[in-house]
C-alpha cells in the first residue's frame, strides 16, 4: 500500500479542485474521464462490481460541485476535491461554494453546452467479459490507477 515500504507516500497537491479548477469541467468530461478508468481496470481484469465501486467513489468524491472539503490522504487532512466545476455539474447536497475560488463561485458557466447536448453524463459501467473477482484490492488498484491519471 502507498506509504508503505516499497511505496512512497503521496506527496502530490492533496486538493485536486486545485490541480484541476481552471479546467472548468462539465459532467460529460468526468463521466468520459470515470468511464476511461473503468476501461483501463477491464483490461487488467478487474471484476464489474469492483469498476461499478470504483465508478461511484470518483462520481462521488469528484463530481459534485461545491462538495465539503474530504480526506483522501490522511497525512494531508480534508481538502476540496470537487473537479467538475461547471454550473452543469450536480450541486452537493452539502455544498460549501463559498470555500471554492474560480469556475465554481464564479455563478456563470465558461464551458458551453449545445441545444443538442441533452443527453446524460456517460456512466462508468462496463462489461468485463466476466472478469474473475478481484475483490477489494482491485478496488485499490482502480483507484490507485485513477489517481496517477489525476
Known sequence: ???????????????????????????????????????????????????????????????LRCSPPVEVVKAQG??????????????????????YEGPAASGSPTTSMSPSSTRAAPSATVSTGGAAAAGVGGVAAALGFAALLL
Do not use: R, W
Request: hydrophobic share 45%; charged share 10%; aromatic share 10%.
Open 1 to 63: 500500500m502507498q506509504g508503505m515500504a516499497g511505496f512512497a507516500a503521496y506527496d502530490g497537491d492533496p486538493s485536486m479542485f486545485e490541480v484541476h479548477k481552471f479546467m472548468d469541467l462539465n459532467p460529460f468530461q468526468l463521466g468520459y474521464f470515470i468511464q476511461q478508468v473503468a476501461l483501463a481496470g477491464a483490461s487488467f481484469g478487474v471484476a464489474q462490481a469492483d469498476l461499478e465501486a470504483v465508478g461511484t467513489a470518483l462520481q462521488h468524491l469528484f463530481g
Open 78 to 99: 480534508a481538502q476540496l476535491q470537487a473537479i467538475c466545476v461547471n454550473q452543469s455539474c450536480p450541486l452537493s447536497p452539502d455544498a460549501v461554494c463559498n470555500k
